[in-house]
């Protein structure tokens, strides 16, 4: 059986290869993150495959599965908040519309690569500054695109979503099912 490697310590990651009963090992990528201005749908491709890339080439043999998150509003991206006045600044922008997450991903084993994007619709319900002060306060937008976790506190404030809800929390798994499947993995 031919060896899989995530090549991402995000733990939200982790739990969704998990929850998708997949076997793997995790070898954090060394890739400069760093691009020039583009579209978000090239940007997270563009990363996912440096990241794949650079796991691929201490373990040629292995399935590396490498993504990429960015959260864009208005064409702008919101990374992640570099201080809670940062993250006050992302929700407060994102508060009462609409914004998309981005999430490129690459599948490579050997000469083998497949890249794919996935865009998910955000609906966040308007919020007051004690709500914003009160959550940022919890620590959890920190470390996270767009100063939130739907996955976690920060879902009490999406009132929907068009798209992938897994695409949000930093892989898309429908996708990536699909693609692992080129790659002779069958999910189920």
Not at 34 to 52: C, F, G, I, T, W
Not at 162 to 179: F, Q, R, S
């Amino acid at each position: 059986m031919v060896p899989m490697i995530l090549a991402s310590g995000s733990p939200r990651r982790r739990e969704l290869l998990q929850q998708m009963g997949l076997d793997f090992t995790i070898v954090v990528s060394d890739a400069d993150e760093s691009a020039a201005a583009m579209a978000p749908e090239a940007l997270v491709q563009q990363l996912s495959r440096r990241k794949a890339a650079a796991v691929a080439k201490l373990h040629p043999d292995a399935v590396i599965i490498a993504a990429d998150t960015v959260v864009c509003q208005d064409g702008e991206i919101l990374g992640k908040p570099v201080d809670t006045e940062d993250a006050v600044r992302m929700l407060t922008r994102l508060s009462g519309k609409e914004h998309q997450v981005y999430t490129g991903f690459t599948v490579q084993c050997g000469a083998k690569v497949h890249t794919a994007v996935e865009c998910t619709n955000v609906h966040v319900r308007p919020l007051t500054s004690n709500e914003i002060a009160r959550y940022v306060a919890t620590g959890e937008p920190l470390d996270k695109a767009g100063a939130y976790g739907i996955q976690g506190l920060g879902g009490v404030f999406v009132t929907g979503i068009e798209g992938d809800y897994y695409n949000v929390m930093g892989l898309p798994l429908c996708h990536l099912a699909t693609v692992l499947q080129e790659f002779g993995i069958q999910v189920l």
